[in-house]
């Protein structure tokens, strides 16, 4: 559903006195999120004119501030990380694993963004590969695509990970292929009686060197008993791992991943109205089942800044990981041995010179190709086109 406006007409209309009234209560990656959706696709980046080279119709188009927390610039970023990541998939069934932070944990992770962060990324990932390893269940080397969400469909603070991984991997002596069972990978109960022992034994450990640090009502967890007592009742608590029916093929891995990798906070297609009562919006109450499960909520506007930007990510961090057979250096001589032991050929390898250079959509009016006619800077407008009658005017004999 497309609707009138955009998340970047929020922060424009109500940006600014939202920094004035929070002033000193920004991270520096809050701002300039904040100045990049602004500006994103406007004047102020500067742009081209393309035309047509068929009918001569003319579009103007603005640069993009490629921005990673920007609804409007995950499109094509999405696009070319696809195109890399489809000479990795195999000709396998994929699950879809997901490893969530009990609302305890998540509070600690407010506070300690790139640390805990972190520490999900890399428990969740050791728990997988170490059950998957382990000779009563798979027994075999798998390979991880893991993906970081920070929010809830109401965009409230919610850190979970979301992972890729193929129905079965390289036995641990690299002789044979190894399928796990048709619609179960691993033992998610185990997976989650594991993962909680990793983390929270790590999560004491970052504690005991100080490397944690707690604001506001959450101070007094800077003292090692009170962090104890708030952790006791997450060690007896069931940390649910949740893994999906595995995807029909490689082409339904795409179609998933081109969904969840290159998310934010919320879309653009999801707001229905903003006006002096706040921002309107559609989100999945998970509580609820069927059609009652859609849901529509309204924020007012400070809420719904506050809570966007929760969901700004530590400079440099990365959200994006790849674990196992996909880890660094060896990923092609994995992925080589993976194909050759389930004997399917090796994906062409395609030259940047055997791309196409032309990437850019065709004319809305009859699907010709559009080139660039001219180019304008920063903060400039492009110059109109010319007046037919004046053109006619100067031609005449």
């Not at 001569?56 to 990380?81: E, F, L, M, V």
Request: charged content about 25%; aromatic content about 10%.
């Amino acid at each position: 559903m497309h609707t009138s406006f955009q998340v970047a007409d929020i922060f424009r209309a109500a940006g600014r006195a939202y920094r004035v009234a929070h002033e000193g209560h920004f991270s520096l990656a809050q701002l300039k999120m904040m100045s990049a959706i602004e500006h994103c696709r406007t004047a102020a980046l500067g742009g081209h004119v393309e035309a047509c080279e068929d009918c001569g119709d003319w579009r103007i188009a603005y640069n993009s501030y490629r921005n990673r927390h920007c609804p409007k610039c995950q499109g094509a970023a999405a696009r070319t990380w696809l195109a890399e990541r489809e000479a990795d998939l195999l000709p396998v069934g994929y699950f879809h694993v997901v490893f969530t932070l009990p609302a305890e944990v998540a509070g600690i992770a407010f506070y300690n963004k790139a640390l805990v962060y972190d520490l999900l990324f890399k428990t969740a990932s050791e728990t997988m590969l170490t059950i998957a390893a382990d000779r009563k269940h798979l027994g075999a080397r798998i390979d991880i695509t893991a993906v970081l969400h920070t929010w809830g469909s109401a965009m409230t603070h919610h850190p979970h990970v979301h992972m890729i991984v193929p129905g079965g991997g390289i036995a641990i002596d690299g002789s044979r292929w190894i399928s796990s069972r048709p619609k179960s990978l691993l033992p998610v109960r185990l997976l989650g009686k594991l993962f909680r022992r990793l983390f929270l034994t790590k999560l004491l450990q970052l504690h005991d060197a100080g490397r944690l640090a707690f604001f506001g009502s959450a101070a007094h967890l800077t003292d090692r008993r009170a962090f104890v007592r708030h952790l006791s009742p997450v060690r007896k608590k069931r940390w649910v791992v949740y893994a999906k029916a595995p995807f029909a093929g490689p082409e339904a891995v795409l179609a998933y991943l081109s969904r969840y990798t290159h998310r934010v906070a919320i879309s653009n297609s999801r707001l229905i109205s903003f006006d002096e009562t706040g921002v309107t919006f559609r989100y999945k109450d998970y509580r609820r089942d069927g059609s009652d499960r859609q849901q529509i909520m309204t924020l007012a506007t400070d809420e719904f800044i506050r809570r966007f930007l929760l969901h700004v990510l530590p400079r440099g961090f990365h959200r994006i990981r790849h674990y196992g057979l996909l880890a660094g250096s060896s990923r092609k001589t994995s992925l080589a041995r993976a194909r050759e032991l389930l004997n399917t050929a090796q994906p062409p390898n395609h030259d940047a010179a055997d791309q196409p250079t032309d990437t850019g959509p065709p004319c809305p009016c009859c699907g010709g190709r559009m080139i660039v006619i001219e180019v304008f800077k920063r903060w400039r407008q492009p110059r109109g086109p010319p007046d037919a009658a004046e053109t006619n005017r100067e031609t005449a004999p």
